[in-house]
């Protein structure tokens, strides 16, 4: 089962993968609601991945650790950046919020580092859990560090590419249109039709296809 827990904060995405009550975490983009559906279905987190080193990928990091003791697996780049309010844009959290949202923040939101990840990797690394394979590929553009996860040769967790509607960003600090180009586009190109893709913002669809329509109620952006 995957289910798509979008952020209370912003429009980013954590989702939650479960197998036979374990759980594997991806992007700490939620914290409370991440925590509700696994206690109370008594699941177990094995492990939370991370996509990339944006604030709102990660947070929650730090309080989805402390209270799931849950270890994290991510790039060594995402593991250093993560750690570096600069290179995790939380000194900007506010700037990008109110460009994405046109809302400001009342009251400054705070700059924020994480903690190194429990398990890196450098480009690609692949692992079993639960009797599935999971396949993570760094792919800069994006960011230095962005990844795309691709689970059992058929669904993508693609972070902050391949969101639906969206032209890639390559345009926010260290991100690059040159590595976009040689590392991130030949292989997101390879994508086949049909596959699942999971992105860290918006709609889940298939390759080539439009997005199911979802209601949702529209979040409540300012808390
Ligand atoms: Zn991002």
Redesign the pocket.
């Known amino acids: 089962m995957i289910i798509q827990i979008p952020s209370d904060k912003m429009d980013s995405n954590s989702y939650l993968l479960e197998e036979n009550g374990h759980v594997i975490i991806i992007d700490a983009a939620s914290g409370e609601e991440v925590i509700r559906r696994i206690s109370d279905e008594g699941w177990t987190a094995d492990f939370l991945f991370l996509t990339?080193e944006?604030f709102?990928?990660i947070w929650y990091l730090e309080e989805l650790r402390q209270r799931l003791a849950v270890p994290v697996v991510a790039c060594r780049l995402c593991s250093e950046r993560v750690q570096d309010v600069k290179a995790n844009l939380s000194n900007i959290a506010d700037v990008l919020y109110y460009f994405k949202t046109g809302i400001v923040l009342e009251g400054r939101s705070e700059s924020f580092t994480c903690r190194a990840a429990d398990q890196v990797f450098e480009d690609e690394y692949e692992m079993e859990w639960q009797g599935h394979r999971f396949l993570f590929q760094r792919l800069p553009g994006?960011?230095p560090a962005?990844t795309i996860i691709t689970m059992d040769g058929e669904k993508v967790f693609s972070?902050?590419y391949l969101i639906y509607g969206e032209e890639e960003?390559t345009r926010?600090k260290d991100g690059s249109t040159e590595d976009y180009e040689a590392f991130a586009r030949p292989v997101l190109e390879k994508i086949p039709e049909g596959t699942l893709i999971y992105p860290?913002h918006g709609e889940i669809y298939r390759m080539g296809e439009a997005p199911e329509p979802v209601k949702r109620q529209a979040p409540d952006l300012i808390r």
Do not use: E, K, Q
């Open positions: 990339h944006h709102d990928h994006h960011s962005s972070g902050d960003i926010l860290g």
